[in-house]
T-cell receptor
Framework: DVKVTQSSRYLVKRTGEKVFLECVQDMDHENMFWYRQDPGLGLRLIYFSYDVKMKEKGDIPEGYSVSREKKERFSLILESASTNQTSMYLC?????????????FGPGTRLLVL | DAKTTQPNSMESNEEEPVHLPCNHSTISGTDYIHWYRQLPSQGPEYVIHGLTSNVNNRMASLAIAEDRKSSTLILHRATLRDAAVYYCILRYSGNTPLVFGKGTRLSVIA
């Protein structure tokens, strides 16, 4: 079974802290994604990556950065956490394109910024 | 990305078939129709996808209209575990991300 794991299920941080959310996939997928999910707003794409050391901005990249030094690991960084970044963060990885495509999600990290 | 339209919510009785509709009148010839679902307190999970022909797998069936302007996800026998938000997403085959809409919240009644 494909596994996408996220470093924490729940996280509490203070305003201004630097926060690292880690995501690891074990199936050698090239594509990885970070979304956030908020009530009434659905899933919104923050950043994605098609290969090691490559990154692309999604719809809401402000206040976030990412790192992909190894193929299996995609990190989301909140440079200076703010209360409006309290959210559920979901990582995903994807294999294949077209007919063979499947995207796999991690269980999510629920982040509370106080 | 082309847009999809889904009902906000639907209700089904347990062990009955469920037909979840999706309209996508602006679909292009290269857009695949993807379905994902999100169970409570979990990340989304892949259900099924197709291009033109109807598709079946162990979870569900996908019926695609001949003009491809609509599709229907069919759960053959709903269980309580199928209560989730179901997302219909169009995606061009290539390196573009999945873009999620609001989906349909399916409730299953015992």
């Amino acid at each position: 079974d494909v596994k996408v794991t996220q470093s924490s299920r729940y996280l509490v941080k203070r305003t201004g802290e630097k926060v690292f959310l880690e995501c690891v996939q074990d199936m050698d997928h090239e594509n990885m994604f970070w979304y956030r999910q908020d009530p009434g707003l659905g899933l919104r794409l923050i950043y994605f990556s098609y290969d090691v050391k490559m990154k692309e901005k999604g719809d809401i990249p402000e206040g976030y950065s990412v790192s992909r030094e190894k193929k299996e690991r995609f990190s989301l960084i909140l440079e200076s956490a703010s209360t409006n970044q309290t959210s559920m963060y979901l990582c995903a990885s994807r294999i294949g394109t077209g007919r063979q495509e499947t995207q796999y999600f991690g269980p999510g990290t629920r982040l509370l910024v106080l | 990305d082309a847009k999809t339209t889904q009902p906000n919510s639907m209700e089904s009785n347990e062990e009955e078939p469920v037909h979840l509709p999706c309209n996508h009148s602006t679909i292009s010839g290269t857009d695949y129709i993807h379905w994902y679902r999100q169970l409570p307190s979990q990340g989304p999970e892949y259900v099924i996808h197709g291009l033109t022909s109807n598709v079946n797998n162990r979870m569900a069936s996908l019926a695609i209209a001949e003009d491809r302007k609509s599709s229907t996800l069919i759960l053959h026998r709903a269980t309580l575990r199928d209560a989730a938000v179901y997302y219909c997403i169009l995606r061009y085959s290539g390196n573009t991300p999945l873009v999620f809409g609001k989906g349909t919240r399916l409730s299953v009644i015992a």
